[in-house]
């Protein structure tokens, strides 16, 4: 739970918003946040945290880690 709660954080920085999230398919979707508003070296521990960008799906971030039970 710790790197959800990590990436959660690092997403918070950049938009704090009311319903930040969508999941469906076993996927967790952060919609609020862009690719580019997203520093160089965040992005990269996201990946670590298991996050990647998608640009299918009007463009968000993804987690395949955290979308499923």
Request: charged share 30%; net charge negative.
């Amino acid at each position: 739970m710790d790197d959800l709660i990590e990436a959660l954080t690092i997403f918070r920085k950049y938009k704090n918003e009311r319903w930040p999230t969508h999941c469906e398919h076993d996927v967790l979707m952060i919609m609020a946040v862009t690719q580019d508003e997203v520093s160089t070296n965040d992005k990269q521990r996201l990946g670590e945290l298991g996050f990647i960008w998608s640009d299918q799906d009007d463009g968000c971030w993804k987690s395949f880690r955290f979308g499923r039970a």
